[in-house]
């Protein structure tokens, strides 16, 4: 029965994300940060590696990242599905939904190892099944939910790859905290840093953790308990690097095991640290963005920026934050409801709930700072992760080996509405979308754009603004190039030398210029100047 559930969800998961993939138009990040250099790979072209810099290889460039904070690993997972399928929006966007599958399996796995962990601080027995009921409520809970569903569709435009790299993560790591054998450790490390140069972003909770389960493994050094029975290998043993006399299945590893660690971690951050040798990218970002960041966020107003951040939690959680898919839909229970069954959960089983949701205080504490602006994409990261503690919680309140059957029942009632909720919604939003086709920078009308300028000649139009380059290069399959001249130096308004970089084309009366609508300018004064 719980496979025949896990499968289901899966399904149901795919043919929700998988519907009109074509739609809403490609965005810019998706073309920028994956699409545009994977064409340029296949079809022999130039690659315009970031900052110009990247790896020599075969008399190319190969891209080490796609910008100062995002690494190019979408870049080479699109690779197989465009040459195999050819250059397209849906194409590309399959990548994005596989991802998000294996970011439900993986779920459904961490909260599983998560909950066998602290079963044996809690004396109850564990819970030993191929899929665990909370795991299944997790995905459960993800997999209708608007916000997981329409960012995996988009996944490259929110980098949603952080989200199993993350829960690779997690998932060994709470597994090394339970059986102590170093290669779940390593393991931990290893998606860890794989997460980081994903999306440097993923610090918010890889920081946290690090911190967490190294606490977590000192109290049991100090408070041992017996050792947990290792299903995949019988009785507990002891590994190699275990002391004498160690009790079976706690090794320590010491200085050697920690230096493999760190290795491991360092090993996928190589592009990064390569990159930035070559060109300071990330460093400099970060350097001159500190006080106050590109888009003008200030840093210090800690309490505005958690304002910000708070809203934001409570419209990913609820999923009305997908206006330029056509409409405003949610589900209004998700996020009080969520509260509420969090605090009581809490106090019923706190050992269940109290580190997860420090873990994610802590990775919204951290999300206060941005050197770009307080995007709520960025909350991709979170998502899964609060859903998640979510279904923990409903779990620990609603089905414990003390719960009357009317009290479950009323459990299953509560779950079967969050999850026709977010179904109504998603499917509202799809219906929205069908008549819309996207909005603002999600426009599908970025395709009879490029599809105008490609096949009436205009082989380099003049972008006054932000959003077409690497969109229309994609879209035409590389034969229009925009010329940018906009200039970088500043969202707010056109620096010094914007009115000598346009005169020259002013000059010819052909030339062709690209610009928005003046609500959805992003790099303002430019239409005006022009």
């Given at each position: 029965m719980a496979r025949l559930w896990w499968a289901a969800i899966l399904l149901l998961y795919l043919l929700l994300a998988g519907y009109q993939l074509g739609l809403p138009g490609l965005h810019y990040d998706e073309a920028r940060e994956a699409g545009l250099n994977t064409l340029e790979i296949l079809t022999g072209a130039p690659i315009t590696a970031f900052r110009e810099t990247g790896l020599p290889l075969f008399g190319r460039q190969w891209p080490l990242m796609v910008q100062d904070y995002i690494g190019a690993l979408n870049v080479y997972l699109a690779l197989p599905f465009l040459g195999l399928t050819g250059i397209g929006v849906p194409n590309l966007r399959f990548l994005s939904i596989l991802i998000g599958l294996l970011t439900l399996i993986l779920v459904e796995r961490t909260v599983s190892e998560w909950l066998r962990l602290v079963n044996r601080q809690d004396g109850t027995k564990a819970e030993v099944v191929p899929l665990s009921f909370s795991g299944l409520l997790a995905m459960t809970l993800l997999a209708a939910a608007p916000t997981f569903l329409f960012w995996s569709r988009q996944g490259i435009f929110v980098t949603n790859l952080t989200q199993p790299l993350l829960f690779g993560c997690l998932w060994q790591g709470i597994r090394w905290l339970r059986l102590e054998r170093p290669r779940f450790l390593l393991w931990s490390a290893f998606w860890g840093g794989c997460a980081l140069y994903a999306k440097l972003l993923a610090l918010w909770v890889i920081g946290p953790f690090v911190l967490l389960a190294g606490g977590w493994w000192l109290w049991q050094r100090k408070n041992p308990l017996p050792a947990s029975p290792d299903t995949e290998g019988g009785q507990p043993r002891p590994h190699p690097a275990a002391p004498r006399g160690h009790p079976p299945g706690r090794g320590g590893g010491g200085l050697s095991l920690a230096l493999a660690t760190v290795i491991v971690f360092l090993l996928p951050l190589l592009p990064l640290i390569w990159f930035n040798i070559e060109s300071g990218g990330t460093f400099s970002a970060i350097a001159g963005n500190l006080g106050t960041s590109y888009y003008g966020v200030n840093n210090l107003a800690l309490w505005s920026n958690l304002g910000t951040r708070l809203v934001q939690l409570r419209q990913v959680l609820q999923g009305d934050h997908l206006w330029y898919l056509g409409g405003i839909y949610g589900n209004p229970v998700s996020f009080w409801g969520g509260i509420v069954v969090l605090l009581l959960a809490s106090f019923r089983r706190p050992w269940r709930l109290l580190p997860p949701l420090l873990l994610a205080l802590l990775a919204l504490a951290a999300s206060l700072f941005t050197i770009s602006d307080?995007?709520?994409?960025?909350?991709?990261?979170?998502?899964?992760?609060?859903?998640?503690?979510?279904?923990?919680?409903?779990?620990?309140?609603?089905?414990?080996?003390?719960?009357s059957a009317w009290w479950q029942r009323l459990g299953y009632l509560c779950v079967l509405l969050w999850f026709l909720?977010?179904?109504?919604?998603?499917?509202?939003?799809?219906?929205?979308?069908?008549?819309s086709g996207g909005l603002a920078d999600h426009s599908d009308a970025s395709y009879h754009l490029a599809y105008y300028l490609r096949y009436n000649g205009f082989g380099a139009p003049i972008a006054l603004d932000w959003g077409f380059d690497a969109t229309v290069r994609y879209l035409s399959q590389g034969t229009v190039t925009p010329i940018e001249i906009f200039g970088y130096a500043s969202p707010q308004a056109p620096d010094a030398d914007f009115a000598a970089r346009l005169q020259p084309f002013l000059e010819n009366s052909d030339n062709v210029y690209l610009l928005h609508v003046s609500h959805a300018t992003v790099f303002a004064g430019r239409r005006e100047r022009f």
């Open positions: 307080l995007f709520v994409t960025h909350y991709a990261l979170l998502h899964p992760l609060l859903v998640a503690i979510i279904a923990i919680a409903f779990s620990a309140l609603f089905w414990t080996n003390q719960s909720l977010d179904l109504t919604a998603t499917l509202r939003y799809h219906s929205a979308l069908t008549r």
